[in-house]
């Protein structure tokens, strides 16, 4: 083989990258479009519903073809922050609602307001939309949500004799503390609350106690505020672990998952969740476990609780809108909605999706949460810029204090709009 000269080095060089830009930017060099499409479906079931999905639509399109690229909820912040300032970023981004804001409000998603199909923007109702509204934009589809329940021993509340709770009849919050004391002995909590992330449990449930926290002003400007509501959820589970001793202070520092062996083996009688951790109870629990699904508290504003969504957002810099959503629109068509929510054990944004009968059968709590549906709103932090930073360096130390008995009250709230105030100040100018 011939030594190539400099010149010749620098020639096949420059071949190469005219090359490379002129199939790039979406395009393959047989003239198909080719859309990357970041998703974070992790579960076993929820990544084969969604690479099934991908190759459908594939078969079907043969000029614009889906590249399925697998991300991960623990570092996805950061990894679409550097892909989209480095230009970088994938077509369609999977995210959650809470997520959103700053990618939107610093121009890196698409507005969607007029490219969405009619189909589409009436299937979600509107609460559902203002999860991804910033501003007068739509910057993402919200497709999956899950609300919070307890996941329960079932013979433990019948040994018990404690009023079983339904989304007709729910436990208030007061009720639910004297449950968690009945439900307490020898070796036995009556609930292990999993708060290793505190912040976003704590807000979206005292939605039911009429807490909002964040205040935006006629200025448009957002403030801390802690008010009456806003106590209730941590008042209880504080007096559930420091007052009653029935609620586990080991688990504060835990993940959901961490708390499953407890549950099984009798140690604690409840635990909140997140509705998908039904998938790991049904796989893991040991046999002759029986569990069910209860609604979680009620407050002054019934079983209202917030979420946030899991949505699916164009990249503002990508050249082939139209066709990012054509592809979303196949998505999220409701028997494949539905798909998505079987496979993930979580509940589909989309009307006629919810309305399916393999999502309201009584079988693993299923009917519970479609029931709760109705009651799920945008969380409280939904659309305030800054509350990522003050979520990390302010409210989680905040809180996590709290609950393990090292602060009180006033200096929670103190920490929670003094310090938290300036955070999002910086963010308001």
């Not at 490379?20 to 990544?47: K, M, N, P």
């Amino acid at each position: 083989m011939p030594v190539l000269t400099r010149a010749r080095i620098a020639v096949v060089a420059a071949l190469a990258l005219l090359l490379a830009g002129c199939t790039g930017g979406g395009g393959g060099g047989d003239g198909r479009i080719t859309l990357r499409f970041q998703s974070l479906a992790w579960q076993r079931e929820s990544v084969e519903a969604t690479k099934d999905l991908v190759a459908e639509w594939n078969a079907a399109h043969p000029g614009v073809r889906v590249e399925y690229v697998q991300a991960s909820w623990d570092s996805v912040h950061d990894q679409l922050l550097t892909a989209f300032e480095g230009g970088e970023a994938p077509d369609v981004v999977h995210d959650a609602s809470d997520d959103l804001a700053d990618f939107a409000y610093g121009g890196h998603l698409a507005d969607l307001t007029d490219l969405l199909p009619a189909r589409l923007r009436q299937d979600i109702p509107a609460r559902g939309w203002r999860t991804v509204t910033f501003g007068d934009g739509i910057y993402g589809v919200p497709f999956l949500q899950e609300p919070r329940v307890l996941i329960a021993d079932a013979k433990l509340l019948a040994r018990a004799g404690v009023r079983i709770p339904t989304v007709g009849r729910p436990w208030s919050w007061a009720e639910f503390r004297a449950v968690t004391k009945r439900l307490s002995g020898p070796g036995r909590y009556g609930v292990a609350w999993p708060l290793k992330e505190p912040v976003s449990a704590t807000l979206n449930l005292s939605l039911s106690a009429g807490g909002r926290l964040f205040h935006r002003g006629a200025d448009g400007k957002v403030t801390v505020r802690v008010e009456a509501g806003d106590e209730v959820v941590p008042r209880t589970v504080r007096d559930q672990v420091t007052t009653d001793r029935s609620a586990s202070p080991t688990t504060l520092g835990s993940g959901g998952s961490d708390t499953l062996p407890g549950l099984f083996g009798g140690k604690y009688a409840m635990v909140p969740l997140g509705f998908s951790y039904r998938q790991q109870i049904a796989q893991q629990a040991p046999e002759g476990f029986e569990w069910r699904v209860l609604p979680a508290p009620a407050g002054a504003d019934g079983l209202t609780q917030g979420v946030s969504p899991q949505t699916l957002s164009i990249a503002r810099d990508s050249p082939h809108k139209k066709e990012a959503v054509a592809f979303l629109d196949f998505l999220l068509r409701p028997e494949n909605m539905v798909r998505l929510a079987l496979g993930d054990w979580m509940l589909p944004t989309g009307t006629s999706a919810l309305a399916d009968p393999a999502l309201r059968t009584e079988k693993d709590g299923w009917a519970v949460g479609t029931a709760l549906a109705e009651h799920l709103r945008p969380a409280p932090a939904q659309s305030v810029r800054g509350y990522a930073e003050w979520k990390d360096k302010v409210a989680t130390p905040a809180f996590q204090e709290y609950y393990s008995g090292a602060i009180g009250e006033g200096e929670l709230r103190e920490r929670l709009e003094k310090d938290g105030n300036l955070v999002l100040a910086r963010y308001q100018r």
